[in-house]
């Protein structure tokens, strides 16, 4: 069975985010004075008394306020509430019971839901201070004192919320899944793809951009196969990151770029290419990640015979480092060829992971060396005496040569070229490494 759920729940500011953190044994979610900071469900994996568990960090939530963004954070909440095994409601010790709480707290009672009360902010060791008793008043049995920050308390509460996990299947963990984020400038419907393929609201849809500020990790089974979705923060220019906050949603995007298998890069159809576009899809090239070019908003762009022919002449221009990245037309909106990427995912992943046997790649090489001489430079020539692959995840291919300053960079590309005609290898950049090795070894 799936592993245990923990969502962490609580109204603004309480310290949801520290406890999450402090959890997952690394800074995931973002920790901001500034209420409102997690907006969509954040995953994270840990583990307490050998058993392995899955903890959700959600938005704060605020039962009675009319503005969009805080209803559809309320919603989140209520959606890993509905998910969840265990619930820890977070309080804080300093502001004692508001009436916030007290509507939470009748809230998480309704679901029906374990629930394990945590009064954050008991930074003193030792006896409690006498606030936190009337926290007793919220009739959700006994509050466990904690310090998120300080990491006091902390084994008591998980010894609280284990004693709520499921029964521990005898079957073993789910086979791998391949890991995709969704990549993009801001508003090009990263979060949108997400829920299509979903098949529900998980992240927070706006028209605002920049609604999306955590990575989100999300796993979608279907018939065709097992798969961890990323939908991440749009990249926006360094010189428009003002905010703070916005600059850790910015770092969290390209880390979830580099946790990465495949990286869906994702550009608005009624926008075309931009400056941004290229540096956005940079990053998945330059990190050696399988890429799929999905060109969105496809159903709000007038056609006729060849508007797709000359629309992805234009996207293979403006992103001409990466001319193997395929290149699929989708409207998240309608759901339109959706289900084609899954296909391309699972392409790319595989030439992403080939491994190519030495003997053939030397046979490519002897071909490719009569077709098209190496170079020369001042009546020296260039000698590459073998080739062989070194690492996948991308497939990269050691040269050793008589010389590394005469092995150009187009003759590289051109057996580059050579290799993708043969092996294909669409989807994943290809790196060449030079060894310089001497010729009488060779003898």
């Not at 959600?58 to 959606?79: K, S, V």
């Not at 309080?91 to 374990?114: E, F, H, N, Y």
């Not at 008991?122 to 936190?132: I, T």
Request: hydrophobic fraction near 35%; charge should be negative; charged fraction near 25%.
């Amino acid at each position: 069975m799936p592993k245990p759920i923990v969502a962490i729940v609580g109204r603004p500011n309480v310290g949801k985010s520290q406890l999450f953190n402090r959890l997952a044994g690394k800074r995931l979610s973002i920790v901001e004075d500034t209420p409102g900071v997690t907006r969509d469900r954040l995953y994270a994996e840990s583990d307490w008394r050998g058993r392995d568990f899955t903890i959700i960090d959600t938005g704060g939530i605020e039962p009675n306020n009319d503005n969009e963004i805080l209803q559809f954070m309320r919603y989140q909440a209520e959606t890993a509430i509905s998910h969840a095994d265990v619930i820890i409601f977070i309080t804080d010790l300093r502001t004692g019971i508001t009436a916030a709480d007290q509507d939470v707290a009748a809230m998480l009672l309704r679901s029906g839901k374990p629930i394990v009360l945590a009064v954050n902010k008991c930074d003193k060791p030792g006896q409690p201070e006498p606030e936190f008793y009337e926290f007793y008043n919220l009739g959700l049995g006994e509050p466990y004192g904690i310090s998120a920050l300080h990491g006091y308390g902390m084994g008591e509460l998980l010894d609280a919320a284990y004693e709520h996990f499921p029964p521990e299947d005898e079957d073993g963990e789910d086979e791998e899944r391949i890991r995709v984020a969704l990549i993009g400038k801001p508003n090009v419907g990263k979060s949108s793809l997400l829920n299509r393929v979903l098949g529900e609201e998980r992240v927070i849809v706006s028209n605002i951009a920049g609604t999306t500020r955590d990575s989100v990790d999300a796993n979608v089974d279907n018939a065709h196969g097992k798969f961890t979705f990323i939908d991440t923060a749009g990249i926006r220019k360094k010189s428009k990151v003002d905010e703070k906050i916005e600059k850790y949603s910015v770092m969290r995007s390209l880390l979830a770029v580099e946790r990465a298998d495949v990286c869906v890069i994702m550009i608005d159809a009624t926008e075309g290419v931009t400056e941004q576009d290229t540096k956005v899809a940079g990053e998945a090239h330059n990190a050696g990640k399988a890429c799929i070019i999905v060109v969105n908003k496809w159903d709000l762009v007038e056609k006729d015979g060849s508007t797709m022919k000359e629309y992805t002449l234009r996207v293979r221009e403006g992103l001409a480092y990466m001319p193997y990245a395929p290149v699929l037309f989708i409207s998240a909106q309608t759901g339109q060829r959706v289900d084609k990427l899954f296909g391309l995912i699972h392409e790319v992943y595989e030439q992403n992971h080939m491994r190519i046997p030495t003997g053939r790649l030397n046979s490519i090489l002897a071909e490719a060396t009569a077709r098209v001489q190496p170079p020369t430079d001042k009546g020296r020539r260039l000698r590459i005496f073998y080739m062989t692959q070194a690492s996948t995840c991308p497939p990269t291919f050691v040269c050793f040569c008589n010389d590394a300053r005469l092995f150009h960079f187009s003759y590289q590309r051109y057996l580059e070229n050579q290799i993708r005609e043969v092996f294909g290898l669409t989807g994943t950049p290809v790196r060449m490494v030079i060894r310089e090795r001497s010729e009488k070894k060779e003898r």
